[in-house]
Structures are given as C-alpha cells and as structure tokens.
C-alpha cells in the first residue's frame, strides 16, 4: 500500500506539506459533509465511517515513525478520540448530532491531536458566531439568549444530562447544520499552518 502513496509523492513530502495534504482532505471531507448537512439536516455515515479509516490509514502509512508505522496511527487515534470525545460530550446532552461528532472524529483521525485542538477551538467560535446569526436571521435572537442562560444553569446543576425541554428531541428547538461550523474551523486551521 505504500507505493500507492510513494506515487502520489505523499512519502517525499516534509513533515509540514503532510501535515497541509492531510488537513486538505478533512477539509474536502468536512465541505462535503456540510453541504450534506444545509440539504439533508445530517451527515451520513457512508462519509464519517470512511473518513475516520483514511485518517488511520493516511496518517498510519505517512507518518510511518515507530514500528510499523504505529506512531503515525497513535497520532490518528489520538486525534479522534481527542476531538470526537469533546464533540461526544455534547451529544451525551443531546445538544449536537452523532453525525457532527463523527465528523469531528473523521477530522481528528486526518489532523493528528495537534491540529485537533486548533480545528475544535476555531469550530467552537465559528458555530458560535453562526448561531448568533441563525438567531437573528430567525428573529429568536433573545429567546436564544433566555434559552442559553437556562441551559447553563441546568448544567450546573444538573450536571452531563440533556435539559428536559432545551435538546434536539425538541421540535420547536432551532437546529443549525453544524457540518458548516465544522467545514470552518477546519478551513481555518488549514489557513494557520499554511501561513506559518
């Protein structure tokens, strides 16, 4: 399998144009999940599933450090488990779909954990700042705020459970395709490496 790449010369390439092609393709995975999630209101799992074992692969055969190249595909669990685990807490409280943190985990497995951080942080502003816009585009932006508040307080008090009437079980809730935040923050971290 590794000639395949040595074709593409993915193997010649330095440790930094790897890290571009690989945040290259979780960025060409995240645009087409998000234009899946704007169309469908979800990420299918024929796009994630496969996206999180060409992130172990990619990652396992070009970063081929270690034995057998496992260091390679340590970063690619660690990236996953890092940037899936943070989008499953979300899920647990049913405030994001499974596709979004599958999504996030097919990223995470592509990045490595460093990038992963980056791609989180930049996903966490960029949904923010769409939210807001989502709420005033609706006209819901104070009710947004009222709901926001009421969220937070149930969970801290509460703790890591869904808010009884604030989650996406709830069909009067405001859903924003969280693919598009994604697809951001991932372009972002893109643009950061490349202008380093």
């Known amino acids: 399998m590794f000639w395949l790449f040595s074709l593409f010369g993915f193997s010649m390439m330095g440790h930094e144009h790897r890290d571009v ?6 960025l060409a995975l995240a645009i087409i999940a998000a234009v899946f999630d704007v169309r469908q209101r979800r ?8 996206g999180i074992v060409l992130g172990l692969v990619l990652r396992g055969v070009l970063l081929r450090g270690g034995r057998f190249g496992l260091n390679g595909l340590g970063s690619a669990v660690a990236g996953l488990l890092l940037a899936g685990g943070v989008m499953f807490l979300f899920y647990a409280v049913r405030a994001m779909g499974a ?21 989180l942080l930049a996903t966490a502003i960029c949904g923010g700042v769409m939210a807001i816009g989502y709420a005033v585009y609706r006209g819901q932006m104070w009710a947004t705020v009222r709901n926001v508040a009421s969220v937070l307080r149930f969970h801290a008090w509460a703790g890591l459970q869904a808010h009884p009437e604030l989650n996406l079980d709830n069909p009067t809730a405001l859903r924003m395709p969280y693919g598009l935040a994604i697809a951001a923050g991932t372009l972002y971290a893109l643009l950061l490496m490349w202008w380093r």
Do not use: C, F, Q, W
């Open 43 to 50: 990420i299918p799992n024929r796009l994630t599933y496969p």
């Open 99 to 119: 596709g979004d943190v599958k999504l996030m985990a097919a990223v995470g497995s592509l990045v490595g954990p460093g990038h992963a951080v980056v791609v």
């Open 21 to 26: 092609a690989l945040l290259l393709i979780a």
